[in-house]
């Protein structure tokens, strides 16, 4: 059994001027209030650090590394009070689900990726710690989301960070608290800053039909004519896709369904390799999340490479995914859980990292 304390957050405790909360294993916890109210717990170690939304939706807000920024780039320079999805955009890691998710089609009435990505936090604990990987310092926290005669459930995420390393650890737990079934959706959306010139390197055949191109757009935007044309070219060839060319402007967005191949452990990796042979990584289990989404959308306002985002349906809304057959079924008292490894590596990890997609994909 991994050696743990757990540390209750209380929303007084956080000040305006950020302070430090517990220091461990060569790790430090810090409180703070965002500009705009929002409190925020940091979490650094000897090669980075991560800033956390205890209370709202437990996002990771940014994660910076070897001196590098790793989410994406959005007009939100600090996140806002909202349960509005669009209203405070810009997260490393945002939880989407869980009684829908994706674009909400004509007929659904859940909101854009649904009530997870802000969700209130009634309870929020800071984690200190040793286990097989090392010192830790993390964050769990409950959301209970409660509508008469509809939906009664609860999310408990958890986020870990160790000592000296760039890769996350995180779970999610949901656990349907009705004595009647829950249909279940959710996605982890995970947000990398593109970098210009990156290869995406992942375990998706190569072929069309395993790497598809999503044509509906949200009714909020407008597409123009140089999209239609980057459109058109995707479907024809989506590997154009896996290049991070800097003179290509993508917006609104591209969003492809993956269907990605796991490893011998039951691991699927993606990548972003960096032309210095550094890399961005996401890892899931499809046995857990068994569909996987790529988003991207590169202009003057947003740049964002949502490398991986391992879903339990794809991004048409409720009533679409349903009548696919990829809403999940959660019995009374019963209980969804996924794990999710992510962040950067240095050169010599990223290497190994692709071997290991290598050999996946010279055994498919």
Known sequence: ???????????????????????????????????????????????????????????????????????????????????????NYGAFLIHCGATAMGGPGPTDKHPLHGELPNAPYGQAQLLIGSDRHGAYMGLTGLYRHRVAFSHHYAAEPTVWLHADSSRLRAELVIRNLKHSPMELMYLAHINFRPVDQARLVDTVPAEARHMRVRTTLPPQFTPSDSYRALLAAVRADPAIHKVMDPDRTIGPELVFALDCLADREGWAHSLQLHPGGAADFVSHRPDQLGHGLRWIVRNLDQDALGLLLPATAEADGYTAEKAKGNLRLLPPQGEFRCDLEFGTLEPDEAAAMQQRIDEVMRGR
Do not use: C, K
């Open 1 to 87: 059994m991994p050696d743990q304390t757990f540390i209750n957050l209380r929303p007084e405790q956080f000040p305006e001027a950020e302070t430090v909360l517990a220091t461990a294993g060569g790790m430090t916890a810090s409180l703070f209030r965002y500009g705009s109210g929002v409190l925020g717990l940091r979490l650094a170690n000897r090669v980075g650090r991560i800033s956390l939304l205890p209370f709202q939706g437990q996002q990771i807000w940014d994660a910076e590394f070897f001196g590098r920024q790793l989410a994406m780039r959005s007009m939100f320079d600090e996140p806002v009070a909202t349960t509005d999805y669009l209203g």
